[in-house]
Structure formats: C-alpha cells, structure tokens
C-alpha cells in the first residue's frame, strides 16, 4: 500500500477495476479441472499426470519448464507424474499457470516472459544457496509474480497503453504509471487475479507483496526472496519492459535473507551462469 492510502480506497479501485474486466486470461480447459482436483484428498500424482497429460501441447510446455535450471531437480524428468511427485500439486499447479498465461505473455508483452523466468532462475538459485525450504515454489511465485500486467495488457489495452506513455514520456517507473492511471499497480491485481484461480497462499503472497516485502502478512522470506530477484532481473537486462529502471531492494529484505553475510561475488556469478538458460529458452 502507498504511504497515505487507506484499505478502503485500494480496495475501491480494485473493484472498480475488475467490474471492467470483461473476462479473464483464457486458460484451457485441463487448467480448470486441475484446480479442483488438487484440492481432494484422493487426488493420486498419478491422476494429476494423466490429466494435464491429456493436453499434449501443455505437458510439453510443463515438462519443459520442470527440467529449466530454475527448479534444480537432478536427472531428467521425463513424466508429468514423476513431476508431481517431484514438486508437489501446488507448484505443479503453478507450473500449469505459466504455462498457460506466458502463451498471452509472448504474443503481447514482448520481454515480460524473459523477465520472469530470469525472476524465478533467481530466486531458485538464492533460496537453495540460502537453504531455505521449497525453493521450487518460491520459484513458481517469481514465475508469476507479473501476471498482474499481463490482465491489464488483455483486459485494460487502453489503460495499459497511458501507462506506458506516461512512463516513457515522463521519465517514470511502469509501477508509478500504474498507480496514476489505475489507482493500484500489478502486484494489486496480480493479488486479486491470482486468488480468483485458486491459488495456494504460498504464491498468493509473494504476488502480491512483491514489492512491498516489508509489509507481508508472514512468508517474508519467500516474498523477500522474488522482491530482490525481481530487482535482480532488472538489473541483469533480463527481458524488458515499458520503462528501464531497477526496482529498489528495501534493507529490511535484504538482511532478512541475510544477504550481507554471503559471499555476494560467488552467488552473482552463479547467477549469471544460471541465467545463460533464459536467452534461448521458449515455451
């Protein structure tokens, strides 16, 4: 939340804000399906793989992402259940999501997709060096961390364009346009988009308070984790966007993680070799 505004009035623009979203993101069918399923207790890794199995296009784009660098799994992963069981629904249910929403990314967002898999190689390779537990979905969480400003480029085109003037024009960030034109900014909506699929907390939050990390309701190391990975990307050239600026990584976060600690060097080069993954990667 921006300092002087009140829940009320977020809360306000958030829902005049989706009264003129017509529609949502199509997603395909099995991606529907799966979000109910995942939430029965008889659910079988086994049912989850046959379902998203039945959308050949899909579960090579699935597969594909399981074995990128950013989830770190030693061996080749050559099943959608073996992936289940691997990662777990929750993160395969994300995996799904990206999937599905970067198809919209790629046609309309030229960047966006590059920067968030840079995102989320980041986070995967901070969360394992600082040995923090399901690096996978705080990597699923940098995947979408975005997802916001792709609803407002499919949904709100016109709004979405005044937001990239304003920023060119005057010299602002896309996030400051945001707020200007919209009254919220892409973490907001990303927050409400995010929960109207169903998923689970562990993304929800990190979406939402990405970059606002200090104010987090718990989880503040994940949502500190894709903050300074988002920065991170940012200041690695990794995809692009309406505006070229750095997002500022707050202190709080910074030694939350106890990044002062570490040795910094390494873990960048590290990084950066990560990172030679996202160049020629496609979905």
Do not use: C
């Not at 990128?68 to 080749?76: I, V």
């Not at 979405?160 to 400051?176: N, S």
């Not at 919209?182 to 990190?206: K, T, Y």
């Amino acid at each position: 939340m921006e300092p002087g505004e009140s829940p009320v009035s977020k809360e306000r623009h958030i829902k005049a804000i989706t009264k003129r979203i017509q529609s949502l993101p199509t997603l395909p069918p099995v991606v529907k399906k799966l979000t109910t399923m995942v939430e029965s207790p008889d659910v079988t890794a086994k049912d989850v793989g046959k379902l998203i199995s039945s959308d050949q296009v899909l579960s090579a784009k699935v597969l594909k992402l399981v074995n990128s660098s950013f989830y770190g799994l030693s061996g080749k992963v050559s099943s959608i259940s073996h992936a289940v069981i691997l990662l777990g629904f929750n993160v395969i249910k994300g995996v799904v999501l990206s999937a599905s929403v970067f198809d919209l990314m790629e046609k309309s967002m030229v960047g966006l997709w590059e920067h968030s898999l840079g995102a989320a190689i980041i986070s995967g390779t901070i969360s394992r060096n600082l040995g923090l537990s399901d690096p996978e979905e705080i990597s699923t969480a940098a995947l979408l961390h975005d997802i916001g400003k792709v609803l407002v480029r499919v949904s709100l085109s016109e709004d979405y364009d005044r937001i990239v003037r304003i920023a060119g024009e005057q010299g602002r960030t896309f996030r400051e346009a945001e707020l200007e034109v919209l009254g919220v900014d892409h973490a907001d909506i990303g927050s409400w988009l995010s929960r109207e699929w169903g998923l689970p907390r562990q993304l929800i939050v990190p979406i939402t308070y990405h970059h606002d990390p200090d104010n987090a309701p718990g989880l503040q190391d994940r949502v500190a984790v894709v903050h300074i990975a988002d920065s991170l990307a940012h200041a690695f050239g990794v995809g692009g966007g309406p505006d070229g600026g750095v997002p500022r990584i707050t202190e709080l976060s910074w030694n939350r993680l106890g990044m002062p600690g570490l040795d910094l060097t390494a873990l960048m080069r590290k990084i950066l070799v990560d990172l030679e993954e996202v160049e020629n990667y496609k979905l």
